[in-house]
């Protein structure tokens, strides 16, 4: 992230762009990411806002009513290695250490956790997200201290409400 001031913007495709102000133009991130974002762009909600988190300011979380959207501005693509790379390297040290020990790896599974989906099959220009799909009927999210969120979700009963009425209600009662 440059060490000057720079504006995030969400658009309604989808897709975060930023802006140097200082230098009025778009940062290198956002020339590199200017595309929507592929783990939410299948998604007919449109994010309503931007958060940040004051200990992590490099990734903004997309708000939408139903999901929020992590994306990490300050990750670089070619600094991480890619998760084919890492399982060829780690299969390769296992068969250099013997067999028994690459059966105990593929052994183990990982339990996904429950609501969160890290953007799978990112390509080259894809920014690092993870989504959170377990909300429904987001009236806000916001940061109250570091690392401390607060939700605030639409009650069932005055989602309820806005039910039109039984259909055949006279008829059976129901």
């Keep these: 992230m440059p060490n000057t001031a720079v504006l995030t913007i969400a658009c309604a495709n989808k897709q975060v762009s930023q802006f140097d102000v200082d230098r009025l133009m778009p940062t290198p991130w956002g020339l590199q990411h ?13 994010p ?16 939408a009513p139903s999901w929020l959207c992590r994306v990490d501005t300050g ?18 040290a296992a068969t250099a250490s013997g067999g028994a020990a690459m059966k105990a790896v593929k052994a183990r599974k990982r339990h996904r ?9 990112a390509g080259a220009g894809e920014p690092e ?18 690392d401390t969120a607060l ?4 009650p069932w009963l ?4 806005l039910f039109p009425p039984a259909l055949y209600k006279h008829r059976f009662g129901t």
Excluded: K, W
């Excluded at 309503?48 to 997309?62: K, T």
């Excluded at 956790?113 to 099959?121: C, L, W, Y």
């Excluded at 005055?158 to 409400?161: E, I, L, N, T």
């Design 34 to 46: 200017a595309r929507p974002i592929g783990a939410v762009s299948g998604s007919s909600e449109v």
């Design 48 to 63: 309503h806002a931007i958060v940040f988190n004051p200990s992590h300011p490099s990734a903004p979380i997309l708000c």
């Design 75 to 92: 990750a670089h693509d070619g600094a991480q290695t890619p998760p084919a790379a890492a399982a060829e390297s780690h299969s390769t």
């Design 113 to 121: 956790q429950e609501g969160a989906d890290p953007s799978t099959g």
């Design 129 to 146: 997200s993870h989504v959170i799909r377990s909300y429904g009927g987001m009236l806000l999210f916001d940061f109250i201290a570091p």
């Design 151 to 154: 939700v605030i979700e639409q």
């Design 158 to 161: 005055r989602v309820m409400d």
